[in-house]
């Protein structure tokens, strides 16, 4: 790829990350100044590559590739630098995996993954995507994000079964998350992965929006026997990461 092309590259990546429903063809080489026969062949091969998406509208916008290799760049972000210490320190106390993901549009992108001695099997690792409406990351993002913004990604979502113990019933999951609400916390069992049993927090940030979750995740049966423990440990993290990250209470 020659110079010019790269940069070009570059600057399609730039206006679409300011145009979040995305642009035609037509409207990125108006914006851009670009040819538009030349326009169509670069857009085609970032598309084919994955690294631009396109919509039913005829509209392109940043693809799912972009997503792993900017997780990988969170790594020197506050939200992710600012956790590790105490993710570690959770995953000590607790001895179970502790997980931290963002929300990325309507998928879940983990962040950070903190292995304990006796990890479990999972497939979340650091720059994966996982569906939001069966995993306790996932649930915690939903359980706590404004109402239209739930009601917005839950209306544009298939609740695909993962295993025999997803919830499929949009109504059902609704009811499950205003339970959460009120809890505190969300909870997985076993509906992404066997076996597994996860309990995740929300991370609110400076303007007291929800900036991240985190998770701690293990065996169903070890899980369940110090989940009161988890809970609290879970819960006191969340807030640590958030004070460290520049949350401050309003009752302050």
């Known amino acids: 790829m020659s110079v010019k092309s790269a940069e070009r590259v570059l600057r399609v990546f730039e206006l679409l990350s300011q145009v979040q429903h995305g642009l035609t063809i037509k409207e990125i080489s108006e914006a851009l100044s670009f040819p538009q026969s030349s326009t169509s062949g670069l857009i085609g091969t970032l598309l084919k590559e994955g690294y631009l998406s ?3 509208t005829k509209k392109y916008k940043l693809g799912p590739k972009l997503i792993q290799i ?8 506050d939200i992710s630098s600012q956790g590790i210490p105490h993710l570690k320190s ?7 995996t502790v997980f931290m993901a963002v929300l990325s549009e309507k998928e879940l992108v983990y962040v950070a993954k903190i292995d304990n001695n006796r990890s479990i099997r999972t497939t979340a690792q650091p720059g994966s995507q996982k569906p939001l409406y069966c995993t306790g990351l996932g649930k915690a993002f939903l359980t706590f994000m ?3 913004q739930r009601k917005n990604i839950l209306d544009n979502i298939e609740l ?4 025999k113990h997803t919830i499929t019933d949009k109504k059902i999951l ?18 992404n992965e066997e ?12 303007d007291h929006t929800l900036q991240a979750a985190i998770s701690v995740a293990g065996p169903k049966e070890r899980m369940i026997r110090q989940k009161d423990y988890i809970v609290e440990r879970l819960i006191h993290t969340s807030k640590e990461i958030a004070v460290s990250i520049g949350y401050t209470s309003m009752n302050s």
């Open 70 to 77: 900017g997780s990988a760049a969170m790594e020197s972000l």
């Open 90 to 96: 959770l995953m000590e106390d607790v001895q179970e």
């Open 174 to 191: 609704e009811e499950q998350l205003d339970n959460f609400n009120e809890l505190g916390y969300s909870i997985d069992d076993e509906e």
């Open 146 to 148: 404004p109402d239209r």
């Open 195 to 206: 076996g597994l049993f996860c309990l995740a927090a929300p991370v609110y940030g400076v």
């Open 54 to 56: 396109l919509d039913s």
């Open 160 to 163: 695909i079964p993962i295993t």
